[in-house]
């Protein structure tokens, strides 16, 4: 069964502080793994794709990892800032159908405080 | 800015009405999708289209409809809206190719009362 699975669910940190989100998956076979920001009541909107070749990827303070091999993923976010609140999800497409089928995970609610 | 438009943000409505949520894209998107989530859950896929004429069902059965008649429109109809309807919807659109990303419009949060 394809499924991803996320850790910690819910995560609170101090601002200017790092951390690290992770994502374990089961999806095969595997086209590409993308995190994504959701802020409370909007829609998602992407932080970072990879596919199977990449192992790391930055978009400004964050930088996600991916261990094709392993299948995990994480997100490390720098120098956190209150605006970093919101949900983070993981999620991976699969390659064995036309649509290219979205498996999500549920996310780790992220909370910065200042 | 994700050129992807949903309307309403937010709609309360009483049990037994008949509702559309709209979805528009400017970008020229041949996949357009919709998805069911409720509060801290996963998104679920409940329509998906590849474009003009073709609607498919997704994983999570839904007793909602859709049409694409035209590329950059994808409203999603229910007949008779039921308190079990209520949740976040959320359209989402991309290109044919593989490995592109998927726009997400800000979302309809539905309450039936």
């Known amino acids: 069964k394809n499924q991803v699975e996320q850790s910690p669910q819910s995560l609170i940190i101090l601002e200017g502080k790092n951390c690290t989100l992770q994502c374990n998956y089961t999806v095969s076979p595997f086209s590409n793994l993308r995190w994504y920001k959701q802020d409370t009541g909007r829609g998602p909107v992407s932080l970072t794709i990879?596919?199977?070749?990449?192992n790391t990827k930055s978009n400004g303070r964050y930088t996600a990892t991916l261990d094709a091999d392993t299948k995990q993923s994480s997100l490390h976010i720098t120098a956190s800032q209150l605006s970093d609140s919101a949900s983070y999800i993981c999620?991976?497409?699969?390659?064995?159908?036309?649509?290219?089928?979205?498996?999500f995970g549920r996310g780790t609610q992220l909370t910065v405080w200042p | 800015e994700a050129d992807i438009y949903q309307t309403p943000r937010y709609l309360v409505i009483g049990t037994g009405k008949k509702i559309t949520l709209e979805c528009s894209q400017t970008m020229g998107h041949d996949k357009m999708y919709w998805y069911q989530q409720d509060p801290g859950m996963e998104l679920h896929l409940i329509h998906y289209s590849y474009g003009v004429n073709s609607t498919e069902k997704g994983d999570l059965s839904s007793e909602s409809t859709v049409s694409r008649i035209r590329t950059e429109h994808f409203p999603l109809t229910l007949e008779s809206a039921r308190p079990s309807h209520t949740s976040q919807y959320l359209c989402a659109s991309s290109e044919s190719a593989t490995n592109t990303e998927a726009f997400f419009g800000q979302g309809t949060r539905l309450t039936v009362v």
């Open positions: 999620v991976v497409s699969d390659r064995g159908s036309t649509l290219g089928r979205l498996y």
């Open positions: 990879m596919t199977f070749s990449e």
